[in-house]
């Protein structure tokens, strides 16, 4: 199944417009979209919405997030991923970030898993740069 994204409402929304600038078909939406959570959802929805609408969050929110996502999989719930924006990196490698994610993985491989993005990569972003080791984005994850 083909990755479904959502993105933390503390996200500009000029990230999701980059994103389908890449390719129109990506599944994105941002808090406070249409059919998204509404602009100022606490973390303990958020994650119950992921998990019943399969999509994996991005955000920079690594202040409450850790602890709220602690608590849910403490009861039993599960999320199709989720990956924390690095410090300083500009709307341009996110979305590019994004679309190679969307492009080469499917949703299925991100249950439960934690990364950042940009991921670290040998030499600078573009499309095509190998990863680390394989063009497998996501090979050092931290899981539960």
Same mark, same amino acid.
């Given at each position: 199944?083909?990755?479904?994204?959502?993105?933390?409402?503390?996200?500009?929304?000029?990230?999701?417009?980059?994103?389908?600038?890449?390719?129109?078909?990506? /599944? %994105? +939406? #941002?808090?406070?979209? *249409?059919?998204?959570?509404? $602009?100022? &959802?606490?973390?303990? /929805? %958020? +994650? #119950?919405?992921?998990? *019943?609408?399969?999509?994996? $969050?991005? &955000?920079?929110?690594?202040?409450?997030?850790?602890?709220?996502?602690?608590?849910?999989?403490?009861?039993?719930?599960?999320?199709?991923?989720?990956?924390?924006?690095?410090?300083?990196?500009?709307?341009?490698?996110?979305?590019?970030?994004?679309?190679?994610?969307?492009?080469?993985?499917?949703?299925?491989?991100?249950?439960?898993?934690?990364?950042?993005?940009?991921?670290?990569?040998?030499?600078?972003?573009?499309?095509?740069?190998?990863?680390?080791?394989?063009?497998?984005?996501?090979?050092?994850?931290?899981?539960?």
């Amino acid at each position: 199944m083909k990755i479904r994204f959502l993105l933390d409402e503390n996200l500009t929304t000029r990230l999701k417009t980059a994103a389908l600038r890449f390719n129109s078909e990506i /599944d %994105i +939406l #941002r808090v406070g979209d *249409l059919n998204a959570p509404q $602009l100022g &959802t606490l973390d303990p /929805d %958020i +994650l #119950r919405y992921l998990e *019943l609408s399969q999509r994996l $969050l991005i &955000t920079d929110n690594r202040t409450s997030m850790p602890e709220h996502l602690e608590a849910h999989w403490a009861n039993h719930g599960k999320i199709w991923g989720l990956l924390w924006v690095r410090p300083k990196t500009s709307i341009g490698e996110l979305a590019e970030e994004l679309f190679l994610i969307w492009e080469t993985t499917e949703a299925e491989e991100w249950i439960d898993k934690l990364d950042w993005i940009p991921f670290k990569r040998k030499g600078r972003s573009a499309i095509g740069i190998f990863y680390e080791g394989a063009f497998l984005p996501h090979q050092n994850l931290t899981t539960r």
